[in-house]
């Protein structure tokens, strides 16, 4: 089955850059989407496609739309950023969906 | 706007069979090209996809749990049922159903309802 590693936590000074990856084979050639799971709430997407936003979500948020690892980058890391981030494909050689085992993003 | 909200039991035994219902607004499963996944959440661990079906009736299910899952959906109530049998206390989670579309290959859950947390226990 397809498998999509990230670090398990990254660490980040409030107004710096956090940046977050993604592994897995051959994932530049597929849309990446990535999720914000804030604490006792449901996720809430952030990026899609790689790098394309939802009407809502800040500027701030950005995703790397080829290449490997895909990223998701966020710029002046506010305290509300703190929250867990996972990131999700579609496998087609088991036609299923894919999230990676998640980035718990702590605002030092 | 879409929401979605997940009903159902909080506690079932195990080797019970869970029966989960989304009820959801905003859009219709009678749309061309939507659809509604189901996707878990054990305390403390990542997300799991589980099940999806789109409006025509399509559905997939994950590879490791396909054979204890079946999705259908009542488009007049704008519902999506999961039942999934046998439970066991490993099958204790959150349970969130979201919506999506097609392609799958573009696939993406947004939004989410607000996850219901079921425990497996006797």
């Known amino acids: 089955s397809y498998v999509l590693t990230q670090p398990p936590s990254v660490s980040v000074a409030p107004g710096q850059t956090a940046r977050i990856t993604c592994g897995g084979n051959?994932?530049?050639?597929?849309?990446v989407h990535w999720y914000q799971q804030r604490p006792g709430q449901a996720p809430v997407l952030v990026v899609y496609?790689?790098?394309d936003r939802p009407s809502g979500i800040p500027e701030r948020f950005s995703g790397s739309k080829s290449g490997s690892p895909a990223t998701l980058t966020i710029s002046r890391v506010e305290a509300g950023d703190e929250a867990d981030y996972y990131c999700q494909v579609w496998d087609s050689s088991s036609d299923s969906w894919v999230f990676g085992g998640g980035t718990k993003l702590t605002v030092l | 706007q879409i929401t979605l909200k997940e009903s159902g039991p909080r506690l079932v035994k195990p080797t019970q069979t869970l029966t989960l219902t989304c009820t959801f607004s905003?859009?219709?499963?009678?749309?061309?090209?939507?659809?509604v996944a189901w996707i878990r959440q054990p305390p403390g661990k990542a997300l799991e996809w589980l099940a999806l079906?789109?409006?025509?009736?399509?559905?997939r299910y994950s590879p490791s749990l396909k054979t204890r899952l079946t999705i259908t959906k009542d488009t007049s109530k704008n519902q999506v049922v999961l039942t999934m049998t046998n439970m066991d206390p490993v099958d204790t989670a959150t349970y969130y159903c979201?919506?999506?579309?097609?392609?799958?290959?573009?696939?993406?859950?947004?939004?989410w309802g607000q996850g219901t947390l079921v425990t497996v226990s006797s």
């Open positions: 905003g859009f219709s499963l009678s749309t061309s090209r939507l659809g």
């Open positions: 496609d790689g790098g």
């Open positions: 979201a919506h999506t579309h097609v392609p799958a290959a573009k696939g993406k859950f947004d939004p």
């Open positions: 079906i789109y409006w025509n009736d399509d559905k």
């Open positions: 051959n994932i530049g050639n597929k849309f």
